[in-house]
Antibody
């Protein structure tokens, strides 16, 4: 079955960096767009970024453009999110999701990122 | 960006009730509208895609309708496991979510 396992979350100071990873299994990873979505505590969902199967089509939400970088390694069936210049408002649970025709049909369990001094 | 407005933001209902949640888009999105359910402390799960198509494994008491700017998610007979927060999401352009509807007892 499809599994998405995020890692890399934690506590970081404002201005710091963090790299999230998502290990995928149970499907042909390179055939799918993948995305990162986040949810601040007690808030709604915010789509951050997506990347197509070969990694050549990438899009970012304005809130993270220029600070976050999405990438993937199809050989390792892994998705990444490099987060730089982190802000307090980036505090959230970050989800790795499989994208199927614009719908997030499978989600990881999420990893918590806390940005605080 | 396309804005999605869900209503109500919360509702109280009882087991067996028929529940309807609406999602309005700021511009026409055809049927590029998906619905998710999220229970506390868990990741969301996909319920409906393309406005009215039921995701595999989702009970048939869930249904979706609409096109253009106005959409609805209906639960025909609310079950105890349906108490959760529901989000709509559009995929017509840059992906965005509605603010959510919390279904409470």
């Amino acid at each position: 079955q499809v599994q998405l396992l995020e890692s890399g979350g934690g506590l970081v100071k404002p201005g710091g960096s963090l790299r999230l990873s998502c290990e995928a299994s149970g499907f042909s990873f390179s055939d799918y767009y993948m995305s990162w979505i986040r949810q601040a505590p007690g808030k709604g969902l915010e789509w951050l970024s997506y990347i197509n199967g070969n990694g050549y089509t990438i899009y970012y939400a304005d809130s993270v453009k220029g600070r976050f970088t999405i990438s993937r390694d199809n050989a390792k069936t892994s998705l990444y999110l490099q987060m730089d210049s982190l802000r307090v408002e980036d505090t959230a649970v970050y989800y790795c999701v499989r994208d199927h025709d614009g719908a997030a049909d499978h989600w990881g369990q999420g990893t918590l990122v806390t940005v605080s001094s | 960006d396309i804005q999605l407005t869900q209503s109500p933001s919360s509702l109280s209902a009882s087991v067996g009730d028929r529940v309807t949640i609406t999602c309005r888009a700021s511009q026409s999105i055809s049927t590029y509208l998906n619905w998710y359910q999220q229970k506390p402390g868990k990741a969301p799960t996909l319920l409906m895609f393309s406005a009215s198509k039921l995701q595999s494994g989702v009970p048939s008491r869930f249904s979706g309708s609409g096109s253009g700017t106005d959409f609805t998610l209906t639960i025909s007979s609310l079950q105890p496991e349906d108490f959760a927060t529901y989000f709509c999401q559009q995929s017509f352009s840059t992906l965005t979510f509605g603010g959510g509807t919390k279904v409470e007892i």
